[in-house]
């Protein structure tokens, strides 16, 4: 993974629409059926997220790539995060840099059932919350492969009062979870009535991974199970 230096807001933008335009034309056919059959996106969830396609043609850092945009709590476009789509490629991932401790991936497209539920899902990678949503968790979002913070803490407690951290279940993602719960003693969140819920998800399964093999009904007792351990 690699972060390099922020696009001229206007460059940004028009990227995404470069790319969302390609990702259906001949130039994008292999990131379509990359999306389609590998990652089992459907095409109301790649249109929903804005996922696009930008063409080896043009000559740019993110040409030949995947591009999945970033945007802000009310859908202001922030950054611009892209994977190669040779697996093997040197630089697999590269994202635009930005103060990603601030930012919560899918928010936007969460906001409202995170109120209306007072919950949210919160995952470590972008296709994950993309996964999670097409799944009808659609209060899910990610912290595109951060840790949580203090600011994005402050954001979500505006909306919700239950937190399910399901990061992915390696060292990693352990120490994610004992960090968050480090912020959530350290800064007292019990007394303002939130709940942080660890969802400790079976080795060698990501979320998306967890649902494909083992289905969204399992999914949801996963977290249904998670608040019970929390609570007795």
């Not at 396609?53 to 993110?62: D, F, G, I, L, T």
Request: charge should be positive; hydrophobic fraction near 35%; charged fraction near 30%.
């Amino acid at each position: 993974m690699q972060w390099r230096q922020r696009f001229p807001e206007t460059e940004r933008k028009k990227i995404v629409q470069l790319a969302k335009e390609s990702l259906r034309s001949l130039e994008g056919k292999r990131a379509f059926n990359y999306l389609i059959n590998d990652r089992g996106f459907s095409t109301t969830i790649i249109d929903k997220f804005e996922v696009g396609y930008c063409p080896a043609r043009v000559e740019h850092e993110v040409s030949g790539r995947i591009i999945t945009p970033i945007y802000g709590t009310y859908g202001e476009l922030v950054s611009l995060s892209t994977r190669h789509l040779d697996q093997s490629h040197s630089l697999k991932f590269w994202h635009e840099s930005f103060d990603k401790g601030s930012y919560l991936y899918g928010l936007h497209n969460a906001k409202s059932k995170i109120i209306a539920t007072r919950k949210v899902i919160i995952v470590e990678g972008e296709f994950d919350v993309m996964f999670m949503h097409q799944n009808g968790f659609t209060q899910t979002v990610g912290v595109c492969g951060s840790a949580l913070t203090i600011s994005q803490i402050s954001l979500l407690v505006r909306y919700c009062s239950e937190f399910y951290l399901m990061f992915d279940p390696d060292a990693a993602g352990r120490d994610a979870i004992e960090r968050a719960l480090k912020l959530y003693r350290e800064y007292d969140l019990g007394r303002y009535g939130i709940s942080f819920i660890p969802v400790f998800l079976p080795k060698g399964y990501d979320p998306d991974d967890f649902i494909k093999k083992m289905g969204r009904r399992k999914m949801k007792k996963k977290l249904m199970s998670a608040k019970e351990e929390i609570i007795f």
